[in-house]
């Protein structure tokens, strides 16, 4: 890191600008789109602290670096769901003239190479260590659910095996019961 970029608790200060790269604040960056983890292209802006419309324009100068499973606009439905379930500003309406361009993780890394500024230096290092955190969360996730899956499985077949010895003790008792013979005196009326 050099001399005049300092970190405060994920919060990035370069000269007078100041950008908070906090995980919680990446993570929430980061969205679901077509399988991928994706983050658009506005959110990249502000971490760069750049607009959007330079962003796009240096990635449009350098498109071969970004194949469709690096970066893809978004289409009119994904975008209304993002709008739906987490704010984003409409489409035309105050808010974006275009669709946004979604970057795959492979795509943010990609960036690096066209943006050399020591800022966009840093927001990558912090971008890609949230994605590999997060993907860490997925793995462990799946682990403990497969576990208990296996705990589930494991309890399930020793229940059974726990009423088979029930029943099989239940059956012992009432078969010994009817071949025992009484003891005591019977009287024979004779």
């Known amino acids: 890191m050099t001399h005049d970029a300092k970190r405060n608790g994920g919060a990035i200060r370069l000269g007078d600008k100041s950008t908070n790269l906090s995980f919680e604040w990446i ?6 789109i077509r399988g991928y983890r994706v983050m658009l292209d506005s959110d990249l802006a502000v971490l760069y602290g750049v607009t959007t419309f330079n962003l796009n324009k240096a990635v449009k100068r350098n498109l071969i670096r970004f194949p469709s499973d690096f970066m893809f606009r978004i289409t009119p ?7 739906f379930h987490f704010g984003i500003s409409k489409h035309r309406r105050g808010g974006r003239r275009f669709l946004p361009y979604a970057f795959t993780e492979q795509g943010v890394a990609m960036l690096s190479s066209i943006l050399r500024s020591k800022r966009a230096v840093l927001v990558n290092i912090q971008i890609m260590r949230a994605f590999v955190r997060m993907r860490k969360l997925v793995y462990s ?5 497969r576990r208990i899956n296996a705990l589930e499985k494991q309890m399930g077949e020793h229940d059974e095996k726990i009423h088979v010895i029930f029943d099989t003790i239940r059956d012992l008792l009432e078969s010994n019961e009817s071949k025992t013979p009484r003891i005591g005196f019977r009287a024979h009326n004779g």
């Open 77 to 83: 439905g994904e975008f209304d769901a993002l709008t």
């Open 27 to 32: 993570k929430h960056a980061i969205l679901p």
């Open 141 to 145: 996730r799946k682990d403990v659910a």
